[in-house]
């Protein structure tokens, strides 16, 4: 969620009243953003040293509330002191609409602009540091750091339409950037800002292209190399007056989007929206752009009482309704039905379902009637893999041992190299990115988790017993999900002897409260139908040779092979770093089922 | 020695001697002791240990003195050794007739030298002849500095305070604290340590011999003996006492057998669009082997561990009318492309993102980033026979995190479906409130918030008594329009959803504040061991 710092003393002015750090809380609880932090409670000095602010959490789908100016008006309007503007395009007062056309190219890298024109716009330094931020802000989140959409702003007065958006080689075009001096070229600038810190992030997403998307005007000044920079030539200052903004993107949605909130937030400093004509015929997106009418849907009165729990007169949600933005008019055929005009601020009312939420929310969530129907009657069920895993974690644990909890995600080497195991690449399932090596694969043995626990607790006194009844994961191409789970037993015991006899009893134990019968092997190898389990010898490079055994199963009819334990290998303790010998048990629990 | 029982003597041998024979052997031809001028060389924990030992069978009784003792330092022994400094300066210029002040020190040493030439003209034993010292007193003279040092090291004290505070200053004495002890016979002494009994045995028992046997005192202030004890882990015994809350209810458990996801169960079916934030590398585990899944379709093995925990519902809520109704099978295909439209072009009454859904972006593994996905799973399974259902889930949930005291790329989500007609937002209050007051935490107060699947949402905050402070302890909501009707559920079948981690009100319950302290491989096994029983209602 986007954090917005707004000055406290300008914000309070512009909702014509002062509010305790508590009030002011309060107020963003009932509508749904969150005060993180007010400056002037902080002892830090770099905090002390500026005006107070207030550091505001907005959600995330709220594009209308990322700057001080929206904030302010979304909140005067929730608290009835003012209506939401209504914005409206006017013609050019002088001269005939400024052009953009759109050149077929970009459509190899990216194929939609947009634009507006804010006339007579009065900045002040602090009007102008937020026009930044807000640009700043949508880059980071509806524009996914440049890649949907990107954003440049220009001194109109400083430059001459008709503009012309193209894609050209690198090579082909040349400009002195932002806030520079030197003019270089396409190539010259992907060098020259690789390693900044700021801008470096986004150079990826045009780099590799044979093309570069760019904006000329009629006298071929570069205006901006979208998505990373803007020319030097036309930038803006305090003392702009006329800002032409242009927006270039991937997402046809977006575009729009961020165009109307840059209208929405801004054109309250300036004397007039004016709209640009954008002429793209390849593609059919030829237009005039901003497009700022409402959106126009409709509402059911019963749905939005129902789902609230309410029962207010369509006037009554009309007025509630008005506090969030919309302008409500009950329908004139259908007394069920409200005309709802979504304003352009509103881009996340999708559905009914948000303007019935910005009901509630205006009603006040907290003083809705909580009153729960009680229509449903349910018989509960625990899932039987659980019921068999706490039957085992129940018995273990009264046999003296711990239970761990270690992580499900380990290294590759954990998993296979350390337990001399081989990865046949069939097997374990494996990340794209970790952002640590500590992750590269979901587990197909819980040994590594135990092992790793014990190491991590070398200073306990031994012996050290110790289990854990979870999931591991395999891949499997006979699934949707190309994989699953298995739930499996494991435990391990270091001591100054082996342990093995332990680990061996621990199954014996947890096999007796499983009702399974104790075989000898010869019995079981006769008669499959004969349920129970041995044990036998295997020759298994986890463990000590001649010390490890595989346990057999007899049940439902098959023979199964469901796990193993025995005495770890030496190499094994020494990659694991356990000064003392370790028996292990790990075997499947999922054929109890 | 465990496992010994019956008599067994109690001698405490120190240094090869038995004490506590030596102390009642001495006892028996002397009235009183003291420690110190009895027992000199033994230290004095020793002969406390003995003493205890005798004087808790009343055989002995005794009295702790404290008093100062003086002792002289390295230096000051020296002194008794070989002479004050001014002696030794004295002697140096008497065997050479005259010494230079410069060789001085290389003759006697820097100390003696800078010390002894001053005591020296102090005392006219010696005296300055230019550069050079020369002898005042040619007859040996008597060395008080050495004779006063050698009476406080015989007596160990010093009476004339001013003098002692002088020899502190010049350290040439110390002063220690020493604790001895005045022993006495007690009213069951004898000269021999009494055969005791540590425990009641079986065989005393038979014999008859308890009735006269002399049992060692028992020890009320100890800890009784340890239980070697296996432990349950406390995350899953709050998880335990998380899953009777929802028994209680009525919710059937969830399968959640399945780590790796598809980005369709996981984000498309919720409607979460693709360019969402939380489907970035930085945010989700993408799964590179294997390396694409297949299009949703029945999941037979699921399907009938649903069957089987949901027949008792249907045994028991069974009517004419239930049992008539048919069951509607899903289309996979129809879901699959309204997911996508709905998304793309808008459908169900929602304009929809309007962006180009990439059907690639839906077959994409990822480690599960939520169990909602699992929820998503089970609702599009109630579409066949949209009745009232409450389902639940506990289970690992990954993310990309950087990790550090509050988060770690795993942890456990817990999670509460309830779909039913006619649902109500306050009515989810209302169940939220009885559900976390189960948990001990009263008078929720709900904030309205954002999430992709859930309109509305509501941030879940609860008043902790302990930090007296408001905290988020969960999130809920119910599930949009866009992600139920594609599912085939009926318009007016409404369902709530809400979550919470374990770990942060297991953390809250222990107080413990570092997420890795709780889950993962560097818990503490004594830790493990020594947390309380949960229980939610008293504490």
Redesign the interface.
Known sequence: ?PTIAVDKAALYKELGQEYTTEEFDELC????I?LDEDTSQSTKPEDQAQPAQLKIEI????YDMLCFEGIAMNLKVFLEKQKLPKWTVTAPKNSKMQVLNIKVETAQIRPLCSGVILRNIEFTQERYDSFIALQDKLHA?LA?QRT?VSIGTHDLDTIKGPFSYEALPPEQIEFVPLNQTKKMNGKELMEFYDKDKHLGRFLHIIRDSPVYPVIYDANRTVLSLPPIINGDHSKITLKTKNVFVEITAL????VEIVCQMLVAMFAGYAEAIEAIHINSPHNNETRQSPDLSP?E?QAEVDYLN????LDLSPEDISKLLSKMGHDVTPSSADKNILDVSVPITRA?I?????I??DY??AYG??K??????N????????????KLA?II??E??????????????CSHEENFEWLNRKDD?KT?????????AE?QL?RTSLLP?LL??I???KH?SVP???FEVS?V?F?D?E???????E?HFAAAIMGKTSGFEQVHGLLDRLMLMLRSLFLTREDGLKNDKLEGYWIEEVDDPTFLQGHAAAIKLNLGGKNHTIGVFGILHPSVLQKFELPYPVSTVEFNLEVFM | MPGTRGPVPVPLETQNRNLTQDILDLLDTKETLQTNEDFPAIPQAEIKAALDRLASRSMVEYKSINSDKVVLTSESEGIVENGSHEFKVWKAVKEAGKVSIKELPTIVGAQTASVGMGNGYKNKWIKKDGDSIVLLVTEEPKDTTREMLQGIQETQSVSDAKLLAELKKKKLATVTKVITYTVTKGPKYSKEMPVEHTDLTAEMLTSGAWETANFKPYNFAALGANQ??????P??KVR?EF?NI?????????????????GFWNFDALFVPQ?H?ARD?QDT?????????????L?PANEA?MD???S??KR??ATVESEKREKKPRDFEKYWNDVKKVHQE?A?????????YQEDESLR?V?RTHTTAVSTWALHRLAEDPR???YFSID?V?R????DATH???FHQIEGV?A????????L???L??FFRNMGIENL??????N?YT????EIFGFHKGLKRWLEIGNSG?F???MLEPMGLPRDM?VYGFGLSLERPTMMKYGVSNIREL????????W??EQPAVRFDKD
């Open positions: 969620m609880f009932e509508f749904g969150e959600p995330a789908n709220r989140n996914r949907l997402d046809k949605t977006k959106r849907m129902q789902v609230t729990g996340d999708l559905h009914q379902a948000d019935m939420e509630a929310i969530f907290n809705l009637p909580r009153v729960y129907p229509k449903t009657a349910a018989v509960s069920a625990p899932l039987p893999i659980n706490d974690r129940v273990s644990a009264a046999s003296g041992w711990t239970e761990v909890l270690p992580l499900i995600l690449g374990a399932i494996k990340l794209a990115n970790p952002k640590t992750y979901v988790g790793k626990t190491n991590s607790n306990h050290m017993k110790i999931d994961g891949i191409m699934q949707e999900r190309k994989s699953r789970n739930r | 070697n004890a296996g432990a349950l882990h995350l899953n335990q899953r929802f028994f209680s209810q009525g919710f059937v458990e969830m399968p959640t057998g399945h780590f790796v996801d598809t360019q934030p590398m585990f993408f799964v590179s082997d294997p390396p694409k899944a297949d299009k949703p379709r999941d561990t089987r925990m949901e008792g519902s028991l809520f808008g169900f009454g929602s304009i929809g993102y309007r962006y180009q593994l480690l009232p259902a409450r690992r990954f990309n995190e950087t990790v770690l790329a795993e309830i039913d007609f006619g649902l109500t937002l306050g009515g209050q209302r169940f409130e009885d107060r709900f904030k309205p918030a954002y992709p309109e509305p949402s509501m119910m949009r329009p866009e409404r889950l993962g491989h560097k818990v503490d096994l004594n493990i061991r």
